[in-house]
């Protein structure tokens, strides 16, 4: 008859040391991914910000256009429905007839700067015909010839 001997045979599992590796391993891991997902939050809030600017220059420069904000002289000031923005209009010198190279800045200066520039040259819109004084060619009557 045989005495069973007492061997020892190693348990199937993981050592204290094998588990502080795999932790350590876990959370530098988990730094790396946090800054990450940081600097994604922070680029998504700069072209949100750059996309309201190119939205608020292009609004202004609309009206410029339309004869709203004069072509004649610079100005400045705050949009009524997005108070942190600021804007000003910038009027060159005459390169031709009642035409003006305007440039609209728009700018924000919460948190980081975000700064957005537009510039067109703009016929003077107080120049320009209206509608109501327009004949149709179709309806115009000739003068009689003598």
């Given amino acids: ?5 007492r061997i020892r045979r190693p348990r199937g599992g993981m050592t204290l040391l094998e588990v ?23 680029s998504a809030v700069e072209a ?37 923005w600021q804007w000003s209009v910038e009027v060159g010198a005459e390169v031709a007839p009642n035409t003006y190279p305007v440039t609209v800045r728009v700018w924000i200066e919460t948190g980081r700067k975000v700064e957005v520039d537009l510039s067109q040259i703009i016929y003077d819109p107080q120049y320009l015909g209206n509608g109501a004084a327009a004949v149709d060619p179709n309806t115009a009557t000739e003068a009689p010839s003598p």
């Fill in 48 to 84: 949100a910000r750059t996309t309201t600017g190119t939205r608020l220059s292009q609004s202004k420069m609309a009206e410029v256009e339309a004869g709203v904000v004069s072509v004649s002289e610079s100005s400045s000031g705050t949009f009524d429905d997005e108070p942190n």
């Fill in 1 to 5: 008859m045989r005495v069973p001997s």
């Fill in 20 to 42: 502080l590796v795999a932790m350590a391993v876990f959370l530098i891991a988990l730094a790396g991914i946090a800054q990450l997902i940081d600097f994604g939050t922070d």
